[in-house]
């Protein structure tokens, strides 16, 4: 038989009579022993009542008060009946940038589209409190995610939902069908008037894009059955990036849980419409749904719930600990120039694959121009450029202009790189690459260690040596190209 994911069996009567006999049964459960740095909630209420937007409230402004040095609370929109949605960014906030000097690795995750999956919601709630009482406790492992990680948390995206315990909105649309990913094209549950037409999902999609386009890693939590759901939900075919996902599923599997991990649309049903498939479609993000099992007909659990969920959070510890090999992390081993070809040797130490990569050569530090591989004329650095897009001169299909890397492989090439003046005696080599196979994924451009640079013909001993001013332009010029981010401007 076919369900609707989070539609509890009992009427509105059961519940309260189950509340009842729960609350009578819990009277007599002692608290489970975990720390909460929470005001006014004691472990017993902490730990087996489910959170209203006003508990969730008291609960994250405590935290945003209590620890400073890693909480920014902000208020990211409204829902449609005017509660705020509240979005934890947390980090180790002295640190702007990791100590390697690299940007950090950006994690978001949410809970709550439907207002009667408890479980999802507390579970991220759980995320969130490991990170910062960890924090607070000096756990090592903690202090060093926070380091190079910032955690984005929306933890209740429908409060009103979650206040009416339904799953619905209050304008009774079906917030994870709402997003603007072949919305309303296939069966579907009370999609809205239109994509984005709930001021939760359209408030969603604004940070996604405005303030984590580049996240790396994208989980929104539910309830319903205990199972773990990737791209896509629309089609049975497995996703772009597979090779990515099938390493997840098969390292968690090993070492952590058996929890099923599937396509959605083999693993649950077909879906169209999901903040899943629209960050993994649209952003380029590695995306899961995690669904924690089915028991949110209740207002709360008997069994603490950091022991319910205990197995779930070691999973979500495992992938934001890893965050950093969800894409493409290409090193180049060897540059050598020769006649004006460039014989290349990249890996791959991401367990993401990347179909387009090349070299870009600027002349010197202050350049706004650089030059592809086969081009005698250089590109101007502008965000109007758009390199998938030159397909007269430059395609990286052909051999000589760009390349492939499969997840944890290398690969060695040659590069025609004769219409450029290298022989000028000083340059910039920048690698520039897709992060996933997907379509939507952002690309990136990063300098090539000047250590690995070599030439037979003598000429380079000018290289310049450090080029960080001009990344942060290149950087920004580049992913200002990213097509997709063209597309939502637009």
Request: hydrophobic share 40%.
């Amino acid at each position: 038989m076919t369900t609707i994911v989070g539609d509890g069996p009992l009427s509105g009567a059961m519940r309260r009579c189950a509340a009842i006999v729960l609350a009578s049964v819990m009277l007599s459960v002692s608290a489970a022993p975990v720390a909460t740095a929470q005001v006014g909630q004691p472990d017993i209420v902490q730990e087996h009542w489910y959170h209203s937007y006003a508990t969730l409230t008291l609960d994250v402004n405590a935290w945003a008060d209590d620890y400073p040095e890693i909480v920014n609370l902000l208020v990211v929109g409204q829902t449609e009946m005017g509660r705020n949605l509240w979005m934890l960014q947390i980090s180790d906030w002295s640190q702007e940038i990791k100590p390697d000097g690299t940007a950090k690795e950006v994690v978001y995750i949410d809970g709550g589209h439907h207002g009667n999956e408890h479980l999802g919601t507390e579970l991220a709630f759980l995320v969130a409190e490991y990170y910062i009482e960890g924090w607070a406790d000096g756990e090592q492992e903690v202090l060093d995610v926070l380091a190079t990680t910032e955690l984005h948390i929306l933890i209740m995206l429908n409060a009103d939902g979650n206040d009416f315990d339904t799953r619905w909105n209050v304008n009774q649309v079906d917030l994870n069908r709402n997003y603007d990913h072949y919305w309303n094209t296939c069966p579907t549950t009370q999609p809205g008037s239109s994509a984005f037409s709930e001021s939760e999902t359209r408030f969603n999609s604004i940070y996604m894009n405005e303030v984590v386009p580049h996240a790396d890693l994208y989980i929104t939590m539910h309830t319903g059955v205990w199972i773990m759901l990737y791209p896509w939900g629309k089609w049975p075919e497995q996703p772009s990036d597979w090779e990515m996902f099938h390493f997840i599923r098969d390292d968690v599997h090993a070492n952590i849980s058996d929890i099923p991990i599937q396509n959605a649309n083999q693993g649950l049903y077909p879906n169209c419409g999901t903040s899943r498939d629209y960050g993994y479609g649209v952003m380029g993000y590695p995306t899961f749904t995690f669904e924690t099992d089915d028991e949110q007909w209740l207002l709360g659990t008997v069994e603490a719930l950091s022991e319910r969920l205990g197995e779930e959070l070691d999973v979500m510890n495992y992938l934001i600990e890893n965050v950093w090999y969800w894409r493409a992390r290409l090193v180049v081993d060897s540059l050598e120039v020769e006649d004006g070809k460039v014989h290349l040797g990249v890996s791959n130490l991401g367990h993401a694959s990347t179909s387009n990569a090349t070299l870009l050569y600027f002349e010197d530090e202050d350049s706004l121009e650089f030059w592809l591989p086969g081009s005698d004329e250089p590109t101007e650095v502008t965000g109007a450029m758009d390199i998938q897009e030159r397909e007269s001169d430059f395609n990286f299909s052909t051999p000589g202009y760009g390349f492939a890397v499969n997840a944890t492989n290398s690969t060695v090439t040659t590069l025609d790189f004769t219409g450029a003046p290298i022989s000028s005696g000083g340059g910039i080599w920048v690698l520039y690459y897709q992060k996933r196979v997907v379509d939507s994924s952002m690309w990136v451009g990063e300098a090539v260690n000047e250590s690995v640079v070599k030439s037979k013909d003598g000429v380079l001993q000018g290289l310049l040596p450090a080029p960080s001013m001009l990344l942060v332009f290149v950087a920004f010029a580049l992913a200002a190209i990213n097509r997709q981010n063209r597309k939502f401007e637009q």
